[in-house]
């Protein structure tokens, strides 16, 4: 077997064992120099993203400090 095909194999194999690993790839809530913000309104979850060292926009508040989701997939 030539050298050029046991790198494609050895490639090819250390793909697919990524592949199948179980690790995933984990979506940012917001961009870099932003930071999530929640609707005022209890009764809507909404979710939107302030750039950071500026205030909420209308209709938008804060998260308390610790609180703020990471994730898309974060629990908030």
Known sequence: MSRRLTTL????????????????YRERVCSSGE????TVDPSD????????????????EDFPAGEAPEYVDDVY
């Open 35 to 38: 930071h999530p913000v929640r």
């Open 45 to 60: 979850a909404g979710l939107a993203c302030a750039p950071d060292g500026e205030e909420p926009p209308p209709g938008y």
């Open 9 to 24: 194999l050895v490639l090819l194999l250390v793909l697919a064992a990524a592949g199948t690993s179980g690790c995933s």
